[in-house]
């Protein structure tokens, strides 16, 4: 079976709808920021949202990489603290909205990065296929750009805590977190120089900048990436290797289609328990969502139970797996990797969102 983290999303996904207890806190702080949630329903639902997703991410990481889990709550806490900004400006309200916004983007793009699959499309290509030209291309790229210096900066720290920790066990000298110190200040350095090199020979017309702004994507992407390895014990992603749990996910989609479920059905979660159980959340067309739990004995289907805990938390859409008859899910913002079972023979879609 993929290691996964058990609770991947079955047991985090975030209702939006806005909490009494955030409601009644938020009129008691005595803060700029809180008073304006408080006086905006908009707000209030914003900041529900973006407070569920982030919790529900830290929530997700701590089981396994309790390091990412405390990077990600203090970066929240950080950005709570700066919405405060917003205070001098002469739309407040609309600034602070602008900014739940531009949040709710960075959480999804953040459990991409963090909790999987990591695919991300060329930022140019998903940005200039949103976009209504190059000046709408260009803040799509900067939006871009922002979270996954966010996501690195997150990272970064887990990282070097992880680190540190390490040496403080083996009783080294440190030279690890020195080392990674040392490549964490050159990198900018080195992926700016590159992204410029490669921006000039697009010479001087308007697309220059957005080349170089998606090189720089690109490249902190990358880098993210490479960095992750530091934290062995962060759990593989469902779609990691479909083909090793094709044959529980194949029993509750054909238990899901003799229950004439709103087709075309597809997989949007998988999770495996140490007792042996495993369970696939199944998704209709319409969005509704089942979780199909299998038996570590026989592996007969042992519940087939709807999803009642609200809209999909922000990594649970992310991809989706569906079979070579249902085919692959036919939606703006996706690529499909197609998959193959053990035999070798062509056996469904992976679909991936990357805008």
């Known amino acids: 079976m993929i290691r996964t983290a058990a609770a991947f999303s079955l047991a985090v996904l975030i209702s939006t709808c806005p909490s009494r207890a955030q409601t009644d806190t938020c009129n008691t ?145 440190g030279d690890a977190v020195s080392s990674f110190d040392a490549a964490q200040r050159t990198f900018p350095l080195h992926a700016n120089a590159a992204c410029l090199s490669e921006a000039a020979a697009l010479g001087q017309g308007p697309g220059r900048m957005l080349g170089q702004t998606a090189c720089a994507i690109s490249a902190w992407q ?25 044959d529980d996910i194949a029993k509750c989609l054909d ?37 199909c739990t299998l038996s570590g004995q026989d592996r007969s289907v042992e519940s087939f139970a709807a999803v009642t805990d609200g809209t999909p938390g922000s990594s649970e859409n992310l991809v989706f797996y569906s079979t070579v008859a249902d085919g692959p899910v036919a939606q703006e913002c996706f690529v499909h990797d197609r998959v193959f079972d053990r035999s070798g023979a062509h056996s469904g879609w992976l679909s991936f969102r990357i805008c």
Not at 133 to 138: I, L, P, S, T, Y
Not at 225 to 236: E, Q, S
Not at 258 to 275: E, H, N
Request: overall charge positive; aromatic content about 6%.
């Open 29 to 173: 702080t005595g803060l700029w920021v809180d008073s304006v949630v408080c006086d905006s329903e908009i707000l209030i639902q914003l900041d529900s949202e973006v407070t569920g997703r982030f919790d529900g991410l830290a929530a997700r990481l701590k089981a396994t990489t309790p390091e990412l889990a405390s990077a990600v709550t203090a970066d929240q806490a950080a950005w709570r603290t700066d919405r405060a900004v917003c205070k001098k400006q002469k739309l407040p309200q609309q600034c602070m909205e602008w900014r739940y916004y531009a949040r709710n983007e960075t959480a999804a793009y953040l459990a991409n990065l963090l909790t999987g699959p990591r695919r991300f499309g060329d930022p140019l290509q998903v940005c200039w296929q949103k976009a209504e030209g190059e000046r709408d291309a260009q803040k799509c790229l900067d939006r871009r750009l922002s979270d996954i210096r966010t996501g690195l900066g997150i990272i970064a720290v887990a990282v070097r805590t992880a680190l540190v920790k390490r040496d403080a066990e083996t009783g080294s000298a």
């Open 222 to 246: 990358a880098r993210a990436k490479d960095i992750l390895r530091f934290l062995p014990d962060l759990p593989a992603h469902w779609s990691s290797d479909v083909r090793l749990v094709q």
């Open 255 to 291: 238990h899901g289609r003799g229950l004439k479920l709103g087709g075309p059905i597809r997989v949007s979660g998988f999770a495996a328990t140490a007792d042996g159980r495993s369970t696939t959340r199944v998704t209709e067309q319409s969005g509704a969502r089942h979780d």
